[in-house]
């Protein structure tokens, strides 16, 4: 299948190095002349440029931009591309880019691939970044059952895990376990940070892996983390909420020192947890 793959940074790039490597002939677009030549250079692309002509012949357009600029994307590619293109996404939020991106191409198809790394940009791009991940597509009433199989045969190339939901279902899975860790990691960040300095100090020496793990995702990309906030603001603040209240309960039950309840919660959440191991 020839694809275009609009935006080439960690998703985009890493997107490019494993479909090519499955046969498919990859168009690169990026608004850089130098991320062109890296994806060409990389093995990312056959071709690149930052022209949309070159995307007039391609079967499948994966827009990998910011989430705020994906719409703005379609509009700009629409006119190059045969009506029977299919036009997929890569964004973390689905509700609102269905919603809008349908009405802008008949042949949209929202996507999400559940994988990604704290770094970003072209140079951060790597094999098999998709390689037993889930990756989610969110079909409307229109959409086409042979595009969701194009898709998902396009998942299955990345030894992805494809999944068929509905965007809102989606966007309140992910404020779950991956917008509301983002967040509350933020916050843990924060937390350390207002403390007085030799503490901070000593903090900052101590920290091990259990720190590592739960700062990772806090400690990444602003303009990702702002995104997940204002595109999927509802269902965040209902994980938000919930956290929120949860965290509250801990507190009492240690203020009352109510200690065999909190050894209750902990026990559950060890056995729950493996659960969200996939």
Known sequence: MKIGIVGLGLIGGSLGLDLRSQGHQIVGISRQET?????????????????????????????CTPIAAIAATIKQVSPYLNPNTIITDVGSV?????????????????????AGTAESGISAAIPNLFTGAAYVFTPNAQTKPENINKLKAIALDLNAIPYICEAQIHDRAVSLISHLPVMVSASLIKACLQEEPNTLQLAQILASSGFKDTSRVGGGNPELGVMMAKYNKKELLRSLYSYRDNLDEIIDLIEEEKWQDLNSILQINREARTKFLN
Request: charged letters at 20%.
């Open 35 to 63: 991320t062109c030549k890296t994806a060409i250079d990389r093995g990312i692309a056959d071709r690149a440029s930052t022209s949309f002509n070159l995307l007039q012949d391609v079967e499948l357009v994966i827009v």
């Open 94 to 114: 689905k509700q609102p880019i269905v919603t809008e991106c349908s009405q802008l191409w008949s042949n949209f198809v929202g996507g999400h691939p559940m």
